[in-house]
């Protein structure tokens, strides 16, 4: 088996793809399948790159699960003696004198661990909750089984990379059996295998693996642009036109932007209260506005809304000013671009827009720094992978940028070869509709992954007549009966699903046919 582990500034994740399926079809990769977000389950094959370790600096949690505990001992004024660490690898990128004893500050700033022991328990977790995942399948997998790939950046230093290979050793995983791959690299030869179809922006009968293609890896991750140009040589080989060059423009740099426009709004103090007081709140909001930044569009939108939580910063807000959230936002020179409906914000899309438009600007300002070079001048193609590359805006901003060249979007591999939309409305019952006491409507929901363990039924209404989604204006969510599964399996997993409606309160049924088990839950 090779399992490549995708370790990121903002979020980490891993795949992996087994030999004998890889001889029948290379794009057979596999991931785990949904990293539980808490308060919202973002359909998500990555989780949050944050450690929390006790006050014997012994491991506790990571990814979505740490944020979670973190937010709960914050909450109960337990956290004291606990180490927090967030968005941590932009140190390797930062420091350009890496040691073995460097430290790291928690996100208190008031304790400090070595950066070895974090960054090594980190991937301790990953490569041990992969190997978790296999054994709940029935396929055990030893260590020197593995072929083991570690992605990292291109423009990191030498000495960086050595780093993270003695935490990935530290780790356990055996020296002989650990690879270290550049991320635009890893991308570009990911592509050689992809058809036409599915390099999104590519001219009919263009291929990757054509002897002489020449073409630019724009690699846009959370806290780095990487870029660098790649040549295709004879015998399957690359060879790099360019050296790779980067700055510091990814996605977390609108993150920071955001949050910086609240602080504006409600004050540096009230931000701070609402982070350590009211934690859950906060990483909502964080969560909230990851998922716009993901989704928003260049075009057919007005505007942007995003669900925040209010009652929380109202608290905040009395507390510090004596004032409410609304009013505070009519006060402050955002008052025309930003609007308080209900528990949401209805922000609009040319000023949402412009939390882009730094890290856009320097991305597109090192493409044309590249594109300069004379011997550079064959290269037509831009192939743009990563997270942020994902956001609609940077696509846009980067064909408006460069309209001789063709930008191509690699499709994903691990979504079992399917396309899917998240956050449909599908309804249930509609507004105005006559119901009868008792009336039953009937509804299937199936497993989107292999050996999915739960399966959340998120049930929400809406003061609108035909909701298109459930994160629309006016729309809320009601409930989330869960039901867990005690045996997974590799298959499909249909629920049958009843919801009895027309009484004071409207009942949840549901069948698991593979089971044969039946639940039963009211939903207020």
Known sequence: MVAALDFGTTYSGYSFSMRDEFVKDPLKIQANPVWKAGSRQF?????????????????????YDAENQWADLLLDGEHEEYYYFERFKMNLHNNKNITSGMMLEDITGTKRLPAFDVFKLSIQYLVNHLLDILKTRGNVVRHNEVQWV??????????????MRSCAEAAGIPT??????????????????????????????????????????????????????????ANGKLKEKHRAMGNNCGGTSIDKRFLELFEEIVGETTMNSLKTESPLAYLDLVREFESQKRTVET????????????????????????????TLLESSPYSKDIKLAHDKIRINVEFFKKLFTPSIDGVISLMREILRNRSLREVKHVLMVGGFSECQLMQSAVRKAFPDQRIIIPEEAVMEGEERCDNIFSLIVGKDESVEAGMIVKKSFFTPYKHQDKMDIMVYVSEETTPGYVDDDRCF??????????DTCEERRW?????VLGNTEIDLKAHDKNSGRRYRQSLI
């Not at 570690?150 to 780093?163: E, G, N």
């Not at 629920?495 to 919801?499: H, I, K």
Request: proline share 4%.
């Open 299 to 326: 075009t057919t939108r007005i505007k942007v809304t995003m669900s925040i939580p209010v009652v929380a910063l109202d608290e905040k807000c009395q507390k510090v000013h004596k004032k409410d959230f609304k």
């Open 43 to 63: 359909m998500s094959m990555k989780t949050p790159t944050c450690l929390l370790l006790d006050g014997k600096r012994e491991f506790v949690a990571f990814g």
């Open 495 to 499: 629920v049958d699903v009843e919801f």
């Open 477 to 486: 969510l009601l409930s989330t009966p869960t039901i867990t599964f005690s």
């Open 150 to 163: 570690l992605t990292v950046p291109a423009i990191w230093t030498d000495r960086a990379k050595k780093f």
């Open 176 to 233: 002989k059996n650990l690879i270290l791959a550049l991320e635009p690299e890893t991308a570009s030869i990911f592509c050689q295998y992809l058809s036409t179809e599915k390099l999104k922006g590519s001219e009919s009968g263009f291929t990757m693996p054509s002897e002489g293609t020449e073409y630019m890896v724009v690699d846009l991750g959370g806290g780095t642009a990487d870029i660098t140009v790649h040549r295709k040589a």
